[in-house]
């Protein structure tokens, strides 16, 4: 049978660790170990709830590029396209020649993107009464304490992560494009031209797909520009709220989350394409219990475990064909301190 509740599956996990319980054969383990060093797989329905709440609240996971991992370390075919000054594809080149003319070989450079299994865990607690009393009572608040945890600290990394036992965020990607601020510049603050040139940096291609994110304290900023238009003119970040408010700016999305950096720091401000990031999901969510370390206050710890990566898809900038700026699916803008 199936566990009917978020509570139910949690209990038996407490009991199965406990001296003289019989294992219930609905546990999925994770090995073959029991007491403080098993784990057990969260139920497919179970995980589907806590990945769909997940979803609504994370920022990057939604949009994303997410690739299944079968082992600990999977490598991703990519093009080394760093150029377009004289070819594409890191090498193909194509000419024009006359009738019976001579063919000129050219070829693509392809490289790997890795992804290496992280550990995201937490730990929480709760007492032998709550866990006796609130199978079915406690079911919301235990699966959305679980699902909005794990979107948040995903959430962080994939904005922030430094790459070092933990994914590459955008703030730290090599493929990162930062604005320079404006001269004379305010401190802390974002100008229409700020938009403007981050506009042009992007990716052609990836206009389409692209969404602005943005920390909570650049809202002011971002309400108070306008664009001129002849002896009027019309607001930069246009507000819908017809329903729950949403916002645009030059007609993409604009998200807001905590997790990008303060007002006037380089990262309070993106323009990207989030389908050139990718995500690992090595492993599913997976719980173990112990009564042993909390004995004495009389509380059960549950240890919550996922093993993901994620990182850009591509590790440079490209050059255009005419001009010097460089383009990528990932912008920001400057420090303006």
């Known amino acids: 049978g199936k566990f009917r509740t978020m ?3 949690l209990k038996s996990v407490s009991d199965s660790q406990r001296p003289g319980a019989e294992f219930d054969v609905r546990l999925r383990a994770l090995n073959e170990s029991q007491g403080d060093q098993g784990g057990f797989l969260v139920p ?33 075919p990519a093009v080394r396209d760093t150029t377009h000054a004289s070819n594409v594809f890191g090498g193909v080149q194509m000419y024009w020649v ?9 070829e ?11 550990k995201l865990t937490g730990l929480t607690r709760v007492t ?6 609130s199978v079915i009572g406690g079911e919301g608040l235990i699966t959305g304490m679980f699902a909005q945890a794990l979107s948040y600290f995903e959430d962080d990394a994939f904005i922030n992560g430094s790459g070092a036992a933990q994914p590459l965020g955008l703030l730290n990607a090599d493929a990162l494009i930062t604005v320079a601020k404006e001269t004379g ?21 990836s206009r389409a797909n692209a969404v602005w994110i943005a920390h909570n304290d650049v809202i002011p900023q971002l309400l108070s520009l306008s664009q001129s238009v002849g002896t009027g ?14 916002f645009s700016i030059y007609g993409r999305p604009v998200l807001f989350t905590e997790k ?15 389908s050139y990031y990718l995500i690992g999901d090595r492993q599913s969510v997976t719980m173990a219990s112990s009564t042993h370390t909390r004995f004495t206050t009389d509380e059960t710890e549950f240890r919550v475990t996922s093993r993901l990566d994620g990182r850009p898809w591509i590790d440079s900038a490209l050059t255009p064909r005419n001009g010097s700026n460089t383009l990528s699916p990932f912008v920001n803008l400057a420090a303006r301190a």
């Open 128 to 133: 032998n009464e709550w866990l006796a009393d």
């Open 7 to 9: 509570g139910e599956f």
């Open 108 to 118: 693509p450079t392809f490289s790997q993107v890795r992804l290496d299994a992280k």
């Open 233 to 246: 003119g019309s607001a930069v970040m246009v507000a819908n709220i017809a329903n729950a408010p949403t």
């Open 185 to 205: 510049q305010t401190a802390s603050t974002i100008v229409k031209e700020n938009l403007d040139k981050m506009y042009a940096r992007l990716l052609p291609t």
């Open 98 to 106: 006359p009738e019976s003319g001579t063919f000129t070989s050219s």
């Open 44 to 76: 497919e329905e179970f995980r589907a709830e806590l990945l769909s709440q997940t979803l609504e609240t994370a920022t990057i996971r939604p949009r994303a590029r997410v690739i299944p991992m079968a082992r600990e370390t999977v490598r991703i």
């Open 260 to 274: 990008a950096q303060t007002l006037g720091t380089a990262g309070d401000i993106y323009f990207a394409d989030l």
